[in-house]
């Protein structure tokens, strides 16, 4: 039997079982020959997952560290590829840096979805958003991982599970930059799925706040 996401979960618990799952409905939600920008290789997982996910997905991981590291690498990533039958691969790039500093440089076009699982302090986190939403399509997708471990850990856990320790930095980062500015369409354990909105939906907005401008309370007629 083909060796799969899941197997890499129940080895290093770096996801859920179900996080695995919604990383792939949500590439499977993609448009035809979606590009997925994967920050931070881990122990392949993630990238896995994307892979797996539909037949005409390009992947990008994007990783720090290249050899042997407990957090992950690059090598790492590329070993569960090749165990599970993927190596080489003409639908996987990679950028061995950091991420913040590649997504201000990347110039390989817009991307269908971002999965966010990198460096988990509160600037870190927002450095990796900041850096690559501007390139998202228009309806396109950002996915943040450990968001809210607090809330997920107070439920029961059953089989392997990531380590329970709370990533407060992004829970803070992605209040600050994404809760209320971009439509939630997905929360599955602690991965979180943002929709970059459309050009149309964007001047919508525009227009509904230029109008509210307009009226200004203080104008208005004591039964208004
Ligand atoms: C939690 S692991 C990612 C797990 C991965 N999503 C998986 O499913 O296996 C975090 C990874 O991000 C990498 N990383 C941390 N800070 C980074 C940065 N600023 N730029 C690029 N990679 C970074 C680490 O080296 C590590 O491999």
């Not at 448009?31 to 797996?52: E, H, M, R």
């Not at 690559?132 to 089989?159: F, M, N, S, T």
Request: net charge negative; hydrophobic share 40%.
């Amino acid at each position: 039997m083909a060796y799969t996401a899941h197997d890499v979960v129940d080895w290093t618990g770096y996801l859920f079982h179900a996080e695995v799952d919604a990383l792939q409905d949500w590439a499977r939600s993609l448009p035809t020959d979606p590009v997925v920008v994967n920050i931070g290789a881990g122990n392949g997982t993630s990238g896995l997952a994307f892979l797996q996910a539909r037949d005409d997905l390009f992947l990008w991981t994007v990783e720090k560290q290249r050899e042997s590291s407990p957090f992950g690498c690059l090598e790492g990533e590329w070993a569960v590829l090749e165990k599970a039958g993927l190596w080489p691969c003409r639908r996987y790039g990679y950028l061995h840096g950091d991420s913040s500093a590649e997504g201000r440089n990347w110039k390989e076009g817009s991307i269908d979805l971002v999965f966010v699982d990198a460096d988990h302090s509160y600037a870190g986190c927002k450095a990796h958003m900041e850096a690559w939403l501007p390139h998202i399509k228009p309806g396109g997708l950002l996915v943040v991982h450990d968001y809210k471990k607090d809330e997920r850990y107070a439920q029961p856990i059953e089989g392997k599970a990531p380590h329970p320790k709370a990533w407060h930095g992004v829970d803070q980062a992605v209040d600050e930059l994404l809760i209320g500015s971009y439509e939630i369409v997905g929360r599955v354990d602690t991965a979180i799925a943002f929709r970059v909105p459309t050009q149309a939906e964007v001047k919508k907005t525009r227009v509904r706040r230029a109008v509210g401008k307009r009226v200004n309370p203080k104008e208005k007629s004591d039964d208004g």
